[in-house]
């Protein structure tokens, strides 16, 4: 019987925490996602990994990579960035609490992107290191 408990709470205790690592999973994904929005780059900044990598591919030519410098140079001169997205996030894969995906589609006036995020934890925080994305223009 004392087993049980300690069993069921020990299960209970494991998916708390992998609930709230999903919502900071998502909480960082959306938050990256209104930054972009209103082109602020200081929010931008302190999500992405110094080594992040933006793969742009939609399968008619090669990839298009950018590493963040040049992500943040598009934001800051206003050439990407300024829609309001509707996002909807598909879904949220941790590994061992260090690594995670995030499936996720930005429903914009200007595109739709669709787009896997590859996060890693640094020091305490979930910070994104990829973005691999699909994007569909309108208009």
Excluded: C
């Excluded at 914009?108 to 910070?127: A, D, N, P, T």
């Amino acid at each position: 019987m004392i087993k049980s408990i300690f069993f069921f709470l020990g299960m209970s205790l494991f998916a708390v925490a992998a609930a709230q690592t999903e919502n900071e999973l998502k909480k960082v994904v959306s938050s990256y996602a209104r930054a972009g929005d209103k082109q602020d780059v200081a929010v931008l900044k302190s999500l992405l990994h110094d080594q992040h990598r933006l793969v742009w591919h939609d399968g008619t030519k090669a990839p298009f990579i950018l590493d963040k410098t040049a992500y943040i140079s598009k934001i800051e001169t206003k050439e990407w960035g300024g829609d309001e997205r509707k996002i909807t996030i598909e879904a949220v894969e941790n590994f061992d609490g260090v690594n995670a995906t995030v499936k996720v589609v930005f429903d914009g006036k200007k595109s739709q992107m669709r787009s896997i995020f590859s996060l890693i934890k640094v020091e305490g925080e979930w910070k994104i290191i990829e973005e691999l994305v699909n994007a569909t223009f309108k208009g």
